[in-house]
C-alpha cells in the first residue's frame, strides 16, 4: 500500500493548497427558516449498505479536502 503525504502546492497551477470542510445542508424549513448543516467527511466501499442497529453504512475512511487559492480547484484524498 502507498502512503503518502497530500501535496502542499496545487499538481495543476502550483497554487497553495488550504485544508476547506465540505458539508451538504438540509432542507430549509418555512417557519424557522434554519437548516441542518452536516459535514461530509467520510467514505464508504461502493457496495455498502445500510446495517443495524443504527443502519449506517459501514466506515471505511475519511475525506481530507484541500482547496487550491490560485485556480480554486478541489482535492479529495482518502484516509483509511
Ligand atoms: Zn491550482
Same mark, same amino acid.
Given at each position: 500500500?502507498?502512503?503518502? $503525504?497530500?501535496?502542499?502546492?496545487?499538481?495543476?497551477?502550483?497554487?497553495?493548497?488550504?485544508? @476547506? $470542510?465540505?458539508?451538504?445542508?438540509?432542507?430549509?424549513?418555512?417557519?424557522?427558516?434554519?437548516?441542518?448543516? !452536516?459535514? @461530509?467527511? +467520510?467514505?464508504?466501499?461502493?457496495?455498502?449498505?445500510? &446495517?443495524? %442497529? +443504527?443502519? $449506517?453504512?459501514?466506515?471505511? &475512511?475519511?475525506? +481530507? !479536502?484541500?482547496?487550491? !487559492?490560485?485556480?480554486?480547484?478541489?482535492?479529495?484524498?482518502? @484516509? %483509511?
Amino acid at each position: 500500500m502507498i502512503r503518502r $503525504k497530500p501535496p502542499e502546492d496545487c499538481p495543476d497551477c502550483g497554487g497553495r493548497l488550504k485544508p @476547506v $470542510k465540505r458539508f451538504g445542508r438540509g432542507w430549509e424549513g418555512p417557519i424557522t427558516r434554519t437548516a441542518i448543516d !452536516t459535514e @461530509v467527511a +467520510h467514505y464508504a466501499r461502493a457496495d455498502a449498505e445500510r &446495517g443495524p %442497529p +443504527h443502519m $449506517k453504512f459501514r466506515r471505511a &475512511g475519511s475525506v +481530507h !479536502t484541500l482547496l487550491c !487559492t490560485e485556480c480554486r480547484r478541489i482535492f479529495l484524498y482518502g @484516509v %483509511p
